[in-house]
């Protein structure tokens, strides 16, 4: 169902709930990635202040809101939250937004979200350590296979076009890494990278994949020349471009091919 079938109160109130709906995940998926990046325990442990370690208050927890009232600013020891906290927020709630606003209140807008939230939580870890851990993975390939049976394209259709994506993108850039490692002698795409490529290619179907593996390589280069590193994680690269492709992709690859049809 489309939220423009809504009448407008309605409809400002699902974005609005839809929004802090993506804000409460990225502040979740955020904390997750940054206690796996410590080697902390993110299931039993209790929020804290990285600063002075009192155990944050339900006011305190807040997304969004909670930065803004406390203008940026631990409660107790006055030390300043980083302004990423608050800008992944944000960012996450406009996806959110975008993705019930593209697919409406179906299996697709949920699957989408679920994914953008995993994607935020791998970025952070990668981010810190240079790796991706396989729990990410798998629980992305087990987000595809439990969402085949309620999204609307026909299951057999899902399954083959998401194992095509699947292998034809992570095999591929699989097979092309192991040619430039012998190349450059060196590693020239790791592990996690490949297993990332493999597990959106599932969603995404190898024309979107493969416009995904496109714009990752130019979100990555864009990082470089920004951050002036020789060396970066890529999986924020390959995130940053599948959410785009989930939204957007289909759209470019229809476009790209009427151009030749």
């Not at 155990?55 to 803004?68: C, K, N």
């Not at 002036?228 to 790209?256: E, R």
Request: some cysteine; aromatic content about 14%; glycine content about 12%.
């Amino acid at each position: 169902m489309s939220v423009m079938d809504f009448e407008l109160p309605y409809r400002i109130v699902i974005l609005f709930f839809t929004g802090m709906l993506g804000a409460v995940f990225a502040s979740f998926f955020t904390c997750m990635g940054n206690r796996i990046a410590e080697g902390r325990d993110w299931i039993k442990e209790r929020s804290t202040c990285d600063s002075c370690g009192h155990e944050l208050g339900a006011m305190d927890l807040i997304p969004i809101f909670s930065y803004l009232f406390s203008r940026g600013r631990c409660r107790y020891c006055g030390a300043k939250i980083p302004v990423s906290c608050i800008l992944g927020e944000l960012a996450l709630a406009a996806y959110y937004i975008l993705c019930v606003l593209r697919f409406g209140l179906t299996a697709e807008a949920f699957r989408a979200m679920a994914l953008a939230g995993l994607l935020l939580g791998l970025s952070v870890v990668d981010l810190r350590t240079y790796e991706i851990p396989d729990g990410f993975i798998i629980a992305g390939i087990v987000l595809w296979i439990v969402t085949i049976p309620f999204v609307q394209k026909p299951w057999q259709m899902e399954v083959r076009d998401g194992l095509i994506g699947g292998l034809a993108i992570g095999g591929g850039m699989l097979i092309l890494s192991l040619i430039f490692d012998r190349i450059i002698k060196k590693d020239s795409l790791g592990g996690g990278d490949i297993k990332l490529y493999f597990m959106t290619g599932l969603f995404l179907g190898w024309k979107a994949g493969f416009f995904n593996l496109i714009l990752s390589c130019l979100v990555g280069l864009i990082f470089v020349l920004l951050l002036k590193k020789s060396k970066i994680p890529f999986g924020p690269s390959i995130s940053i471009a599948t959410l785009i492709s989930i939204i957007w992709g289909d759209m470019v690859v229809s476009w790209y091919f009427s151009l030749f049809m």
